[in-house]
């Protein structure tokens, strides 16, 4: 069964300094995609970055960098140079593809970033 | 302008009614997915579809049922047997493959 693990509850930052957000996922298929989304206060989700499970460069979007370690079964989030607006909920999901196409979250970590 | 609508915004009903929850999508998207998310928690799968007249139970599918009727159209019923129904419901869909799925703007369900 597919499982997102996420063991930070909350996580603090300074303005401008870097910040990771852990993921470690659990799946038996061999095709699967990890998405990272962000989810302010408002409650919108937004989509943030991709990966694949064959893709061998890790993905990056702006200041959005998820760092893919497949033999380890992580997919770590990394901001850098945090902005106030960062503040927010972090959802890390996995959908297995060519098969079932279930998309599960995991329980997400609160980002606050201070002045 | 394509998107993902879920309506209404807010929704009241009193304890022991049944109550339907709608999500329209003209996306084209194949995938449509329903996510119940309770207060600092993570989303929870209730059901998905990947295609019409066809769908799946998620992992707290009790108390809930849905159709797919309509490629665009995934709307989930909260019925009387769902023992704590008050939550925040999220619609997705997507296309099949290795696409993000986009989200409605979200149902905040209210039992009194």
């Known amino acids: 069964a597919q499982k997102i693990t996420q063991t930070q509850p909350g996580m603090f930052v300074q303005e401008k300094e870097a910040v990771t957000l852990d993921c470690t996922y659990d799946?038996?298929?061999?095709?699967?995609?990890l998405f990272w989304y962000k989810q302010p206060s408002s409650g919108e989700m937004i989509f943030l970055i991709y990966q694949g499970s064959y893709d061998e460069q890790n993905a990056t979007e702006g200041r959005y960098s998820l760092n893919f370690q497949k033999a380890r079964k992580s997919a770590n989030l990394v901001i850098s140079a945090s902005q106030l607006g960062d503040s927010a909920m972090y959802f890390c999901a996995m959908r297995e593809q060519g098969g079932s196409e279930k998309l599960v979250f995991g329980k997400g970590t609160k980002l606050t970033v201070n002045p | 302008d394509g998107g993902i609508t879920q309506s209404p915004k807010y929704l009241f009903r009193k304890e022991g009614q049944n109550v339907t929850l709608s999500c329209e999508q003209n996306?084209?998207?194949?995938?449509m997915y329903w996510y119940r998310q309770d207060p600092g928690q993570g989303l929870r799968l209730i059901y998905y579809?990947?295609?019409?007249?066809?769908?799946q139970k998620g992992d707290i599918a009790e108390g809930y049922s849905v159709s797919r009727e309509k490629k665009e159209s995934f709307p989930l019923t909260v019925t009387s047997a769902q023992k704590n129904p008050t939550a925040f419901y999220l619609c997705?869909?997507?296309?099949?493959?290795?696409?993000?799925?986009?989200f409605g703007q979200g149902t905040r369900l209210t039992v009194v």
């Open positions: 799946t038996s298929d061999q095709s699967y995609g």
């Open positions: 996306l084209n998207h194949d995938a």
């Open positions: 579809s990947q295609i019409v007249n066809d769908f």
């Open positions: 997705a869909s997507s296309t099949l493959g290795p696409t993000e799925a986009f």
